[in-house]
Every structure is written in structure tokens, then in C-alpha cells.
């Protein structure tokens, strides 16, 4: 069973940035795919990013194109998610999540069903 956990939030005032991490152990990381996702208060959960399992595609949401950047480690076990540009509307529960099937394209990366395994979330919030 593969564990994943979220480390790097925090309180940045609107135009900062800051790089969440999400360390994964218990299993191969190069074989999963990993993607970012965040849940406001009172929303529901919101697709961010997603990562192939060599690093080689990318997937964003529309509302954090150009500027945040998600990469791996697989040496380290890690996936990152940059964050540049903060805005108070960034301010949510940011989880990462590990997909093992082979198959990732734009509509899987964004698909919340379509991960096997979540962190516990990584609090960020953006002040104006």
C-alpha cells in the first residue's frame, strides 16, 4: 500500500509563492502517477496539476497555467508543486494523489476517481 505525505504549506501574502512536496513511500514511485488537487472551504474538491510517471507530461487547470509548475523526483520519492503568483483565491487544503494504472491523459489527470491514494492535505492560505 503506497503512503503519501504533504508537507510545505503555509500563510504567503498574495503575490508569494511557496512549493509544496508530497514524499511517497511503500511502493515503486516511478510507477504511479502523481496529481495535485486542492479543496476550499465549501467547494468541492478542484483539479491543479498532474504528473506522468517519468515526468515527461503535464496537465493543469486552466486557473494555475503559467503559474504553477508540478515536477518530480524519483530518486527523492517526491512530487512538487511550485507555486508562484499566490492569490487569495489559491487558499485551499492542497492534497497530492497517486494514480498506478498505466493510462494519463488530460481528462484521467483531472478526474478525481481516478487516483488509488491520497495524502492527509497540506493547509495553504493566500492573504490579501
Known amino acids: 500500500q503506497v503512503q503519501l505525505v504533504e508537507s510545505g504549506g503555509g500563510l504567503v501574502q498574495a503575490g508569494g509563492s511557496l512549493r509544496l512536496s508530497c514524499e511517497v513511500s511503500?511502493?515503486?514511485?516511478?510507477?504511479?502517477?502523481m496529481g495535485w488537487f486542492r479543496q476550499a472551504p465549501g467547494k468541492e474538491h478542484e483539479f491543479v496539476a498532474g504528473i506522468s510517471w517519468t515526468g515527461g507530461t503535464t496537465y493543469y487547470a486552466d486557473s494555475v497555467k503559467g503559474r504553477f509548475t508540478i515536477s518530480r523526483d524519483n530518486a527523492k520519492n517526491t512530487v512538487y508543486l511550485q507555486m508562484n503568483s499566490l492569490k487569495p483565491e489559491d487558499t485551499a487544503v492542497y492534497y497530492c494523489?497517486?494514480?498506478?494504472?498505466?493510462?494519463?491523459?488530460?481528462?484521467?489527470?483531472?478526474?478525481?476517481?481516478?487516483?488509488?491514494?491520497w495524502g492527509q492535505g497540506t493547509q495553504v492560505t493566500v492573504s490579501s
Open positions: 511503500g511502493r515503486t514511485f516511478s510507477n504511479y502517477a
Open positions: 494523489a497517486a494514480r498506478s494504472q498505466r493510462l494519463f491523459d488530460s481528462s484521467t489527470a483531472s478526474t478525481r476517481g481516478a487516483y488509488n491514494a
